[in-house]
């Protein structure tokens, strides 16, 4: 048997594992390092130290770590794991925590050489890590401050505006809050998934007899054994669990079986067993030979056409009979995986009757949405909602990637079947095939405007290909169409947004949800109208830009909220002026995102608060913990309401209450869970903060309407942010050099926190503008299978980044809040775009600018 030192200990190993990762965690049950993309060792979340030096532990074999010192953060001398904890805390260097304890790991070795650790030496070293949500600003601001030798103090953030460290912040850094896949139950069986071999066939068969007989597995799972209802869905119920014998699939992350055995690698190893015979059927890769096609590109679904999102107002040709400027260009954008490092996993737990059967299910799941798992689990199993429980662990990413069930539905089957618990992890390259995209989406514009530059007419006509299943895909096409015009005033408007089913990879929910797409496009009209006129980037937006009073877009009169979007322009113009003065290129973005539904939607948040003998709070609320720090935010309200110290308050998110709001979408968390824990606490102040009495609060939105409503001036959304951006190039290299990000959160509940929202959601709308990408080939197959063939921007390339906190409160909501999860990249990509144009004279059209082999296949959109 294979044996080493860990953390000091002789131990001895099986030779079954994979690699040394494998080894630590299913058998050492050691579970700081974390398994995001095993064994491409691409992320770096696994990393260890082996005899010192930094090393990925699932690119090491057994053999060449035998005989070597192991050592993991659980190693790490207490008073270094303190120190670690609370400089990493006290500069907000994480937010969903799963990626730190590989990057504390590596900082480690970094301090402990005979050497100076300078910043862009770490920023260097960390090129081995990958972090989606920070956008590494504020790791090498914590690496950076542990190499001078300083011991920042971690305090927990007080009220509303105070800046404070996040909720579980340290034991975050050091992986002592477990994620799902650090959970192991006794008597815990492990389930894995078979995929389907093609994006569109038959299934004419499946044989899991061969599956059966190998070592360990205890079943194999398919849709004959689904008690309830196949389907599940956030709108439509369109998505099946599995692919049934007599079924057909329509892309490639469709089930087909569930294997189940007593490890993990023993389910893996059977999946290739399950054999499946297919009717192999040509797949709809191409939106627009989808749309126009007779046949159905999806099983039992009518029609390729998901949605038509439409509105006009005002006489729009004679608008442009009018207009001295017109200018018209087509572009498009890609499809992007969300890239979370926590690969999405289920834990289910049965309860077991008098009879040997299954009387109830607890499930811990990380989905955005855990009231909506717990429901289509139910319908599943067909079991009265009473019987399922979901607890939600905050995930380690989500981005809108975990709003639709995973492998929530398999999992609790298997369990509630077997009477055992089953946990189900996703391998990498099975999170790249199940989950959904951002939606790659062809726009062709045209828009006018008057001499002066002040815009007439704006006509959008977009197509975005959707994947099968319906997702959300009809909202991020509708919220595409509502935001066309981007954070400005036109006369006349005529918008169509259509979203396609095809064959190729789901597309859904993703941080900006089409106001991105369709404000890329926006913001490159602006810059090429601004050429005609012969003024700057600037000086355009200034002349159109939203006011109180204003129409906007579908028809909204705009209200005092959007006083944020003239502050943030205003914010960037000393830097703007700078560098123009220097002769460096420079380009400007600007944008607005809505926070909440809106469109129509009944949004209702509920939350509680609860006085516990030992001293303790506990708040209990209805919003997915995924890095953005709403679980702070519960807390700095509650702090603020109740006049309570921090360290007594605990955050619950689970269904045993009825408090869901659906899912934690659209920039609204923030807003909505802040009203209804505020809400909450001045009932339990009003009614003396009884021990053990549990007051509820509650928060609406019902005040808006639908684009399709046909009002004159309906209210399209609540509650929007607003955001510019000003990026700088190298004038020698072309390079990025700087970016200056001003932002309307409306109040900053944690500045701090705010920040980190905004430093990696530039990052992440750079590696939109520049670099990222999911293509899919005429077959409906991902091109990309790793982590590095997606080319997310390391840390050594992320450009300056300074971040202006412009607080223009919004009147509608509590304390003037303002969403800032996603508006953070809404402008980015218009500002690279302008800046390279700056640069070279040539104007873009299509995202990624740089790396071409992650854009849209050009004969997918002929």
Known sequence: MPGFIVNGEVVEVGEHHEHLLAALRDELRITSPKDGCSPSGQCGCCTVLIDGKARISCQTSLDKASGAE??????????????????????????????????????????????????????????????????????????????KGETPVAINAGGVGDRGTKYEGQSLT?????????MEPDGCLHGAVVLSEHARADVHAIDASAALAMPGVVAVLTAADVPGELRSGLIHKDWPAFIPVGGRTSYLGDV???????????????????????????????????????????????????????????????????????????FQTQRIDHAFLEPESTLAVPTIGRGGATESLYVYSGGQGVWDDRNDIARMLDVPTEQVTVELVSNGGAFGGKEDMSNQGQTALAAWLLGRPVKTTFSREESFLVHTKRHPIRMQYEVGCDADGTLLAVRAKMIGDSGPYASVGMKVLERAAGHASGPYVTETIDIEAIAVRTNNSVCGAFRGFGANQAQFAMEGMMDRLAAMVGISGWEIRSRNVVEPGAVWGPGQIMDEGCLGARACLDAVKPAWDAAEAAGSPVGVGLGLKNSGLGNGAHEVSRSTVRFEPDGTVEIRHCWTEMGQGIHTVARQVAVEELGIDADRIKVIVDTTRELGAGQTTGSRGTVMGAGSVADACRNAVAGGCEVGVEYEGVYVVDWTNSINDGLEHPIIHSTFGYAAQLVELDPAS???????????????????????????????????????????????KPLNETLRSLDIIRPKDMPQTEVILVESPDPNSP???????????????????????????????????RTKKNRERASAWQ
């Open 70 to 147: 192991i050592t993991t953060l659980e190693g790490v001398p207490e008073a270094e794991r303190a120190r670690m904890a609370d400089a990493f805390a006290a500069h907000g260097a994480l937010q969903c925590g799963f990626c730190t304890p590989g990057i504390v790991m590596r900082t480690v070795a970094l301090l402990s050489r005979d050497k100076e650790t300078t910043r862009d030496d770490a920023a260097r070293h960390l090129g081995a890590h990958l972090c989606r949500c920070t956008g590494y600003v504020k790791i090498l601001d914590a690496v950076e401050s542990l190499a």
């Open 174 to 182: 050091l992986g002592d809050r477990d994620f799902i896949d650090d």
């Open 256 to 330: 087909i079986a569930l294997v189940v055995a007593e490890t993990r690698a023993q389910a893996r190893a059977a999946t290739s067993a399950v054999a499946v015979e297919y009717g192999v059927l040509a797949p709809f890769t191409n939106p627009a030979d989808a749309l126009g096609a007779d046949e159905d590109a999806v099983w039992t679904l009518e029609g390729n056409m998901l949605s038509r999102s439409a509105y006009a107002r005002g006489d729009i040709d004679a608008a442009f009979e009018r207009a001295t400027h017109i200018a018209r260009a087509t």
């Open 734 to 780: 072309g390079d990025i050099a700087k970016v200056v990000a001003a932002h309307d959160v409306g109040r900053a509940v944690n500045p701090l926190l705010c920040e980190g929202q905004i430093e990696g959601a530039v990052h992440m709308g750079l590696g939109y503008a520049l670099s990222e990408g999911f293509p899919c080939d005429e077959n409906g």
């Open 815 to 849: 304390y003037g809040i303002k969403g800032v999860g996603e508006i953070g990249l809404v402008p980015t990509a218009g500002a690279v775009a302008a800046a390279l144009q700056s640069h070279d004279g040539e104007w873009r059209y299509e995202l990624p600018m």
